[in-house]
């Protein structure tokens, strides 16, 4: 089946007539103190590569395949332009669900996604219908999608939920340096009495273990309601959100939730890039040399099968060095703090090399 695929990927590449090779590689290294761990490390965070291309003039696709992780397939989908302002994607790709979780790992401004991340799902092989509209300063999205299971679990043969998502935004355009966005998604995902787990890594992919985390058995049902909001005036930028999840079993229903705040200003002078027609953030364009400072405060309430309380803060400054707009040095402290059931204190500077293309 896996042949097949590939073969067929293939084939819709060699019929492209505008092709793009891209993909990224990330090299991390962390150092961990606290009271949980006391260690370092270092991986080789991404290896990707991707093709993107045009069938006809409205049909296009995109193939990512990842060399790390275990979740390989990433982007693996067409798009049909119906009309300017309508668009159809069809296959593995993101849920429109949050802002965070819509934005490339090569433009994020931190090193790891809020603690809010914990709860977004990975691409899901799915159908999106998306609409803009321009009114001036005014600018606006509606997206609704329908997933399934993801592309790396349908060929292990594994089961998965069924989502319905949608995403609402409006933004305030008054130039490309000066925009209020805001936004709100809810989603509903249905499950054969699977196993849910929420955990968090205290700002840290190397993390061993998990800070906090909650399993729930025979979940039936999830639920997830996000807030979203974002301002871009000049070099300085402000971004948002608060996530919401509901579990449900046959017993028993959970609640879950998360928010986090960041700010972030570029000392050289430049700017975030936001891309109106699919509300979120996209790749800075950098004048020769660029750095950026930026504050990062996030908090996550879990509960356990007995409805005890676990709850996470973390306080993240980060440091970014562009060298070039596809060649960045990332570096950040996070100071994680647990502040239930039992109080633990981590600390955890990393550094970060990122090549995109």
Do not use: C
């Not at 562009?322 to 647990?338: D, G, H, P, Q, W």
Request: proline residues 1%.
């Amino acid at each position: 089946m896996r042949v097949v695929i590939v073969i067929l990927l293939l084939l819709i590449t060699l019929e492209g007539t505008e092709e793009k090779l891209g993909g990224q590689i990330v090299v991390d290294r962390v150092w961990i103190e606290g009271d949980d761990v006391d260690t370092q490390g270092g991986e080789i965070r991404r290896a990707r590569l991707s093709l993107q291309g045009k069938i006809t003039p409205k049909l296009e696709y995109e193939i990512e395949y990842s060399f790390t992780g275990k979740n390989r397939w990433k982007d693996v989908n067409i798009e049909y332009q119906a009309l300017s302002n309508l668009g159809i994607q069809a296959g593995n790709i993101k849920e429109p669900i949050g802002l965070e979780a819509l934005i490339s790992s090569k433009n994020s401004t931190f090193m790891e996604r809020s603690m809010v991340h914990t709860f977004m799902q990975k691409r899901k092989l799915g159908v999106v219908v998306s609409g803009s509209y321009v009114d001036g300063i005014h600018h606006g999205t509606v997206t609704f999608g329908i997933f399934g299971k993801s592309l790396d679990k349908l060929f292990a043969k594994k089961r998965d939920g069924t989502s319905l998502i949608g995403r609402l935004t409006y933004a305030l355009v008054h130039s490309k340096e000066n925009l209020v966005h805001v936004g709100a998604s809810a989603g509903e995902t249905k499950y054969h009495a699977k196993s849910m787990k929420y955990s968090t890594d205290a700002g840290s992919h190397l993390y061993s273990g998990s800070l906090i985390k909650s399993k729930i058995k025979n979940v039936t049902k999830t639920k997830r309601v996000g807030l979203e909001t974002a301002v871009v005036k000049g070099s300085f930028s402000f971004q948002g959100e608060y996530v919401a999840l509901n579990a449900f079993n046959k017993k028993n229903s959970y609640e879950f939730d998360g928010w986090y705040g960041q700010v972030s200003f570029f000392l050289t002078g430049e700017h975030r890039k936001y891309k109106v027609k699919t509300a979120k953030f996209s790749r800075t364009k950098i004048k020769k040399h660029a750095l950026q400072v930026a504050f990062r405060a996030s908090k996550i309430r879990l509960q356990d099968k007995k409805h005890h309380p676990r709850e996470e803060v973390d306080l993240t400054l980060a440091f970014n060095y562009y060298f070039k707009k596809n060649i960045r040095l990332m570096s950040s402290y996070t100071f994680a703090e647990v502040m239930e059931p039992s109080i633990l204190k981590e600390h955890v500077f990393q550094v970060r090399g990122l090549y995109g293309f």
